[in-house]
């Protein structure tokens, strides 16, 4: 059977979303569905996390998650989800607040270039 020649498509330089695992965007997605009950949306049908947080607890929370991870706990124990997950959650919220100057960043900020 000859191989069928498919039409040509220029996608060098953009963003490779298609190689994203989309079981992984699920699992975020059970995450931050969990997180609407424990943290309402707002009003406005916003999501709580939307409107900034502060920036040390969650790296403390990824930290933790990241931790029970390496020490061979993939479930965390609260919210059935998987840790990897939680982190992935808690990442996307800090590069939101950074890009969008939200919330209140309170990292060490101790890194000092060679």
């Known amino acids: 059977m000859e191989e069928q020649q498919l039409a040509k498509h220029a996608s060098t330089g953009k963003p490779q979303v298609q190689d994203i695992d989309p079981l992984f965007i699920l699992a975020m ?15 406005d049908g916003m999501p709580n996390w939307w409107k900034g947080g502060d920036t ?23 919210s ?9 959650v808690d990442a996307m919220f800090m590069w939101s607040w950074l890009k ?14 060679d």
């Open 29 to 43: 997605g059970d995450v931050l569905t969990q997180g609407i009950t424990k943290y309402p949306n707002d009003e």
């Open 80 to 88: 059935g989800q998987h840790h990897a997950a939680h982190i992935a």
């Open 100 to 113: 969008r100057g939200v919330g209140r960043d309170t990292r060490l900020k101790t890194f000092v270039e």
């Open 56 to 78: 040390r607890d969650f790296v403390g929370s990824i930290e933790r998650h990241a931790l029970r991870l390496a020490a061979g706990q993939e479930i965390d124990d609260e």
